[in-house]
């Protein structure tokens, strides 16, 4: 497989390695977290996810000093301080919410769990001779800095922040670029997808399309009524009409007002996408209904609070065909069963390496702390 151009590593997860507590539920096929052409390892969070991990200084002093070997991967070993590190921004956001300590010690397994993964396919990696050069590392830095829109500068400056250096996180995208590629040579050639299987899924997705009719592309803002911020329906109308003043003068742009002030969507600016006209809620359809491209409605009362809907396009709905949406569901259901082979096929490899958990990690696994795929 080919590593793609617009790549959507996250950076989170290259920090953390595996998703929150819950990383048993990994395997579920929500998670494997698209990209064009490929996808990556169960567990993968949002890039902004990076902005809110928390530091390793969330470990005591005395867990930072204990070393030694946590298990044995054939000829390589995985150290309890990489556990450890793997594990602590999870586990100081755990501790925070007073997470059972019985938790917490799963949470650590499922880390180690994640690194003999790591130990294996680098070992594949070594075999095979799939290893990633620096330009590669290089071309997937860059593209995950612009599909988030940062300069090198200032995704040097976040991930320095965040207590990793540069070569530190060009190791982390590396091991993910050569995951891929185990993928694509150990794992492509085991899975097919034929067409029954691509018509299945058009028709789950597409089946109860409307064919005719038209489509809005909307923007919301909404101040809510909210008891904790003694903001009653008076209050929260008040608040919206003097924001859409506002965007009416031309002093605030729509998409600004909703991520300063909306309780909904705001981090999308209130960008509600395309929605057919016969989908719209039944307190917007009459309020959109005569604006026209750029206009703000007005505000829009509501129990849950009060509301501004701005035009941004209109278009006549065009059915999606068969033929149109082939390729992307062909792509989605390739990335399915690619990652469904993996966890069969490194499942196996398990098998035929020698696997050994030592000390408290050996003990968790016996317990029943600890679970393999």
């Known amino acids: 497989m080919r590593l793609p151009a617009s790549i959507c590593l996250s950076a989170a997860a290259l920090v953390l390695g595996l998703g929150p507590a819950a990383a048993q539920e990994s395997q579920k096929e929500s998670d494997a977290v698209e990209v064009q052409g490929g996808f990556f390892a169960p567990g993968l969070e949002s890039f902004e996810s990076l902005l809110d991990s928390e530091p390793d200084s969330a470990l005591s002093s005395s867990e930072l000093l204990i070393e030694g070997i946590a298990a044995q991967v054939g000829g390589s070993v995985v150290l309890v301080s990489e556990v450890r590190r793997l594990a602590a921004p999870i586990e100081a956001r755990m501790r925070k919410a007073s997470v059972p300590e019985s938790e917490i010690r799963k949470m650590r397994s499922e880390a180690l769990d994640r690194l003999i993964e790591q130990r294996l396919i680098e070992n594949i990696v070594r075999r095979a001779q799939l290893s990633a050069t620096d330009a590669e590392v290089t071309q997937a830095i860059s593209a995950i800095a612009a599909e988030n829109g940062l300069t090198l500068r200032q995704m040097q400056q976040t991930i320095a922040s965040h207590g990793l ?17 185990v993928l694509g040579s150990m794992v492509r050639s085991r899975v097919h997808v034929d067409e029954a299987e691509v018509r299945a899924l058009y028709f789950q997705r597409y089946g109860s399309q409307r064919d005719s009719g038209s489509e809005l592309h909307l923007r919301h803002l909404m101040i809510a009524v909210a008891a904790e911020k003694m903001r009653d329906q008076d209050t929260a109308c008040r608040m919206a009409s003097e924001i859409r003043a506002q965007i009416v ?4 742009p729509f998409e600004q007002a909703a991520r300063r002030f909306s309780d909904t969507n705001a981090e999308r600016g209130g960008d509600l996408g395309w929605v057919h006209a016969d989908e719209l809620a039944a307190w917007m359809a009459p309020a959109v209904g005569d604006l026209q491209i750029g206009e703000v409605s007005k505000v829009l009362p509501m129990y849950f609070g009060c509301n501004l809907l701005m035009m941004i396009e209109q278009r006549d709905f065009q059915p999606v065909t068969f033929e149109q949406a082939q390729p992307a569901l062909e792509q989605k259901l390739l990335e399915r069963k690619m990652e469904e082979e993996y966890v069969r096929w490194i499942a196996k490899l398990r098998e035929q390496v020698f696997v050994e958990r030592k000390g408290i990690y050996a003990e968790a696994s016996r317990l029943g702390g600890f679970t393999t795929r």
């Open 165 to 181: 250096t540069i070569e530190e996180y060009r190791g982390k995208i590396k091991g993910e670029i050569e995951r891929n590629k």
């Open 249 to 252: 003068a031309g002093e605030l």
